[in-house]
């Protein structure tokens, strides 16, 4: 059975720990913000167009705008090196 990092390519030894990296991604729900005049306007032109371009879209493309995820298989080293990266990010981006 072959255990190679999906990242540098390295084959992973049955005496090494493999480690696996998931990840979603997917478009943030927000509230609607709607006044009065949204809600009394006429938007059947905006519909129909809506529409047409919802027809021309590709099923998967338009799927994946929604959500996508991924699996990768790492071995230690990139292991070490992706937990680095995220735990950064993480922290300059925490709210104070």
Known sequence: ?????????REVGSNEQLY?????L???AEPLEL??????ADHTAQI???IEEMEAL????????????YNF???PE??????????????SHKVQ
């Open 58 to 69: 590709d099923p998967e493309e338009a799927s994946d705008e929604v959500y996508e995820s």
């Open 1 to 9: 059975m072959n255990r190679i990092c999906h990242n540098c390519g």
């Open 26 to 28: 997917f478009a943030k």
């Open 73 to 75: 298989e790492l071995c």
């Open 78 to 91: 990139c292991r070490r090196r992706v937990h680095h990266l995220l735990k950064g990010r993480a922290k």
């Open 20 to 24: 696996v990296l998931r990840i979603e």
């Open 48 to 50: 129909e167009k809506l």
């Open 35 to 40: 006044t009065i005049d949204d809600l009394l």
